[in-house]
């Protein structure tokens, strides 16, 4: 089985194989994060179809390391809500400010505690770093 691994820019990575797909933080947007203040550079919203139809035909997860707006974009995650099998991986945060928000936007939230594995063909564990204000998380991806 083929896989491939494609970096779209900023933290957004693509891992697939013929048939699953899981796409990390994606950030494709032309209007930036924090009210304009933060934008990609280079620039690629333009990629954000592109993406879209490489995902199309798959099963796909979707892996969130945090909230804030350059890891979180609404616009850039609204294009994967009609996807019919999407699941939207985000690690099991004390606050739940994530979950809540996904689940606003009408996607499918899935929490993944630390232990947790995920996946079929493409198979992830994530490491949650939860203490005080700071919430991020690292991902460990395997494929054939």
Known sequence: MNSDFTFWGHN?????????????????????????????????????????????????SIFLSHEHQDHFDKSTLATFSSHPDCKVFIPAYIDKFLLDALEGMKLHAVELAEEENAGANIRFRIFIDDSGINHDAAIFVETE
């Open 12 to 60: 957004c990575f693509l891992i697939e194989t013929d048939h699953e797909a899981l796409l990390i933080d994606p950030w494709l947007n032309d209007t930036g994060a924090f009210f304009g203040s933060w934008h990609q550079w280079p620039p690629n919203g333009h990629l954000r179809d592109i993406v879209r139809k490489r995902c199309a035909e798959k099963k796909l």
